[in-house]
């Protein structure tokens, strides 16, 4: 089945720098990718999306990009804020009706 | 707009106690419907999911169990809680409509004491 492997697990950054998570997934029939912030205590909250037909995709300050050949996808924060802090799971899923399956999770810490 | 409600919000329970969280959608119509379990600091683990009324799917074997007696309705169950059930418990749906997207409910925090 597949598998999803998420890095770096922590990761601290100074306010204004740039934020990179990145997943790697093993079934190359994963066509569905969507990353989650989820603040202490809170549930996760979708932050961005992507499919498989696409290379990019931007959202003010964050960015998911997508390489299927060598089956990873990264998400992209650009100067960061202290309300960026947060746990951002990435996930992978196939077909319109496969399961998401998440990676661990990693906790960004941004320094004022 | 589709909107998604868990209960209760956080929950204490002695080791040996039954179980029961509700979780339940407005606003759309066969959803797809998940609980999973979040322990501290940790990933999310996905516990059941549902395709449809009366049908479950378990991908973890334990002593909880699931079941969808509505449509928009999804109830986590155990008849004897232990220690290592503790945890955050996040019901989720998914609309055929919106291909995968899927949309977290704000979840029951459970303390087994």
């Known amino acids: 089945g597949e598998n999803v492997e998420q890095h770096p697990s922590t990761l601290s950054v100074q306010e204004g720098d740039s934020a990179v998570i990145k997943c790697t997934y093993s079934?190359?029939?994963?066509?569905?990718f969507p990353w989650y912030k989820q603040e202490l205590g809170k549930r996760p909250q979708l932050i961005i999306d992507?499919?498989?037909?696409?290379g990019e995709k931007k959202d003010q300050r964050i960015a998911v990009t997508l390489n299927k050949t060598a089956k990873h996808f990264s998400l992209h924060i650009t100067e960061t804020q202290p309300e960026d802090s947060a746990v951002y799971f990435c996930?992978?899923?196939?077909?319109?009706?496969?399961?998401?399956?998440f990676g661990k999770g990693t906790k960004l810490s941004v320094k004022p | 707009s589709q909107t998604i409600h868990q209960w209760p919000a956080t929950l204490v329970q002695p080791v040996g106690s039954p179980l029961s969280l509700e979780c339940t959608v407005e606003?759309?119509?066969?959803?797809?419907l998940y609980w999973y379990r979040q322990a501290a600091g940790r990933g999310l683990q996905l516990l059941f999911y549902?395709?449809?009324?009366?049908?479950i799917s378990s991908e973890v074997p334990q002593n909880l169990s699931a079941s969808r007696p509505q449509d928009r309705q999804f109830i986590l169950s155990s008849k004897k809680l232990l220690l290592s059930d503790s945890g955050f418990y996040l019901c989720?749906?998914?609309?055929?409509?919106?291909?995968?997207?899927?949309?977290f409910g704000p979840g029951t925090r459970l303390t087994v004491l």
């Open positions: 989720a749906w998914r609309g055929d409509y919106n291909y995968n997207e899927q949309f």
């Open positions: 079934d190359s029939a994963s066509n569905y």
């Open positions: 992507i499919r498989s037909n696409v």
């Open positions: 996930a992978a899923s196939k077909g319109s009706q496969g399961n998401l399956i």
């Open positions: 606003g759309t119509s066969n959803p797809n």
């Open positions: 549902s395709v449809g009324i009366g049908q």
